[in-house]
């Protein structure tokens, strides 16, 4: 890869044609992952410059979120590129239905749940249910327990707007 010019055209095809053949770990400069995204997310507004200047916003957005890529980040490698991989993923939260094609390696997110529950705290048992009937008993349990949940959330809205209503209609009585 030579020293490309700033404002040299980047030929997306090209860019993909280049992805599909190293797959994930293939590198990508800013201009071809900008050209890349721009090449499917263009609408009848955009010009080729004002499509690849929003992609181009994109990923910048995203780098300065960090490499935490289930976080909306983007890391770059120590050249200043971005790995295919990364660049599939964003796109691809982004733009769920444009990037299916590109090649992306699942994501493992490690989750930390050590503010979740405490040493007191019941632990649950869960087990399969060996027959049918004892599946039919879960699935009504588990029916009543979504039942009760939608129950609470309607509950807790209701309650949200009516303290919204409250505070709303106290300063306008002020």
Do not use: W
């Not at 010019?5 to 201009?31: C, F, H, W, Y």
């Not at 039942?147 to 919204?164: G, I, N, S």
């Amino acid at each position: 890869m030579g020293i490309m010019s700033r404002n040299m055209k980047i030929d997306a095809k090209v860019v993909l044609a280049r992805v599909l053949q190293e797959g994930p770990d293939g590198l990508l400069t800013r201009g071809e992952a900008a050209a890349l995204i721009a090449s499917r997310t263009r609408d009848a507004r955009d010009s080729e410059r004002t499509a690849r200047n929003r992609a181009g916003m994109v990923l910048d957005r995203a780098c300065e979120r960090g490499s935490e890529l289930h976080h909306g980040g983007l890391p770059r490698q120590a050249d200043g590129r971005f790995r295919v991989n990364d660049v599939a993923y964003l796109a691809r939260c982004k733009f769920p239905d444009l990037f299916t094609d590109l090649p992306c390696r699942p994501l493992e997110v490690c989750l930390s749940i050590h503010d979740g529950f405490f040493a007191g705290d019941p632990v649950e048992h869960e087990a399969t249910p060996g027959n049918l009937k004892e599946c039919q008993a879960l699935v009504e349990a588990l029916r009543a327990q979504i039942k009760q949940l939608h129950a609470d959330r309607q509950q807790a809205e209701v309650e949200r707007k009516r303290e919204l209503t409250n505070r709303l209609t106290g300063k306008k009585d002020k």
